[in-house]
């Protein structure tokens, strides 16, 4: 880890992210996760999925 990573670490650990930042990115997180599991379990629709190259 570079000291811009370690400088940036240092920054957020003074300044965190307020709670309505952290919810939008759990949820965020959620909405992918659940895309992912839906494409994994086969319930993604086959018009939203890309042709194999």
């Known amino acids: 880890m570079g000291p811009i990573w370690l400088m940036r670490a240092a920054k957020w650990a003074r300044n965190p992210p307020s709670a309505r930042q952290v919810k939008r990115l759990l949820v965020i997180f959620a909405i992918v996760f659940a895309i992912f599991i839906a494409e994994r379990l ?12």
């Open 42 to 53: 086969g319930f993604w629709p086959d018009a939203l999925t890309l042709p194999p190259r």
